[in-house]
């Protein structure tokens, strides 16, 4: 039977100044209702370039260590939040969209 250690310290190996980094709003990381994996793609979602043009199979190609799947399931969580905003803009003939905007919330009003 292994020993049972209560004590346990954080050591930290920080990247040297000029290296790429990433912003990310501490509350992000704080909020106590995001699990680590909503954390983690909230900070590839806002790290991606502005004129991104996001789908989930491009997303998946990027960043495939993840399935689509899990992936849909993150996005409609973070969406249930308040994280992530949808807004459809068209429909084809058959009634499906064709183009989507993510709106993504660094911050949400929780008012």
């Known amino acids: 039977m292994g020993i ?3 004590d346990m310290s954080i050591r930290k190996i ?7 980094f990433a912003r990310l709003d501490m509350d992000i ?6 699990t680590n994996a ?3 793609l909230m900070l590839r979602l806002l790290n991606l370039p502005d004129a991104w ?3 989930d199979a491009g997303y998946h190609h990027v960043y495939p260590a993840d399935g689509q799947t ?3 399931t993150q996005l ?3 969406e249930a939040k ?4 949808r807004i459809h803009h068209q429909r084809d003939d058959r009634g499906l969209f064709l183009k989507t905007t993510l709106i993504i919330h660094e911050i949400i009003d929780k008012q």
């Open 4 to 6: 049972l250690h209560t």
């Open 29 to 34: 990381v704080r909020s106590a209702e995001l």
């Open 38 to 40: 909503e954390i983690g």
């Open 53 to 55: 043009e996001y789908s």
């Open 76 to 78: 409609k969580s973070l």
């Open 70 to 72: 899990t992936l849909r």
């Open 14 to 20: 920080r990247a040297k100044a000029g290296r790429s």
């Open 82 to 85: 308040g994280f992530i905003q």
